[in-house]
């Protein structure tokens, strides 16, 4: 079975500055998938970043890149130029690339607060 | 406009009650998910639905009753509660129909349960 570990509860940073919010994993595949998905108070659970175990090159996504380390099973999400809307809780997410559908394995979340 | 709408929003009930949640997506997606998630661990998948068959239970309760009848939608039936069901409840789709491509899932804003 999969596991997803996000040691950070709950991280700060102000506006403008840059985060780095932590994730590990553990699996035994080889192929699959890494999310980033941020939820806002809304509640809304909306994608951020997605990376594939088998691209070297780490995904990037405007303000958002990711520092994949395959063999440590490691998943970080760098903000930069973090804006107040940006406060939300982040989760780390896995999937395989076996089965018939996109089952998310998540992790238990890190709330970020951007502060001015 | 989130592509994938809940209802309702926010439900209290009691535990001999019974009640249904409601999914809709418009993305034109194959396959429906329901999550559980409660303060402090990580989301949690009940079912899985691909081309309206159920192919994940993840061990949930039978007071916990899914419902596919397209692939646009999808219902929770619930009944006889307990007070630990308490939850926020999201639903997600996303595109995969077989071979599990690490599609991205678009979740709903959830519904909001209290057992009384």
């Known amino acids: 079975a999969q596991t997803v570990t996000q040691s950070q509860p709950e991280m700060s940073v102000q506006e403008a500055e840059t985060v780095t919010l932590s994730c590990t994993y553990d699996t035994s595949e080889n192929n699959y998938y890494l999310f980033w998905y941020k939820q806002p108070p809304s509640r809304q659970m909306i994608l951020v970043i997605r990376q594939e175990a088998y691209k070297q090159q780490n995904a990037t996504e405007n303000r958002f890149s990711v520092n994949f380390q395959k063999a440590a099973k490691s998943f970080s999400l760098k903000i930069s130029d973090s804006q107040l809307g940006d406060t939300a809780m982040y989760f780390c997410?896995?999937?395989?690339?076996?089965?018939?559908?996109?089952?998310?394995?998540f992790g238990t979340g890190t709330r970020l607060q951007v502060t001015l | 406009e989130t592509g994938v709408t809940q209802t309702p929003r926010h439900l209290v009930m009691g535990m001999t009650n019974k009640k249904s949640l409601k999914c809709e997506q418009h993305?034109?997606?194959?396959?429906m998910y329901w999550y559980k998630q409660s303060a402090k661990k990580p989301l949690e998948l009940m079912f899985v639905?691909?081309?309206?068959?159920?192919?994940e239970n993840n061990s949930v309760p039978s007071r916990f009753s899914p419902e596919c009848p397209n692939s646009s939608h999808l219902f929770l039936h619930l009944h006889t509660l307990q007070p630990e069901d308490s939850a926020l409840y999201l639903c997600?789709?996303?595109?995969?129909?077989?071979?599990?491509?690490?599609?991205?899932?678009?979740f709903g804003d959830g519904t909001r349960l209290s057992i009384l």
């Open positions: 639905y691909n081309f309206k068959e159920q192919t």
């Open positions: 997600a789709s996303s595109q995969d129909g077989t071979g599990g491509y690490g599609q991205p899932q678009h």
């Open positions: 993305l034109g997606h194959n396959a």
């Open positions: 997410a896995f999937t395989s690339m076996s089965g018939t559908a996109s089952k998310l394995t």
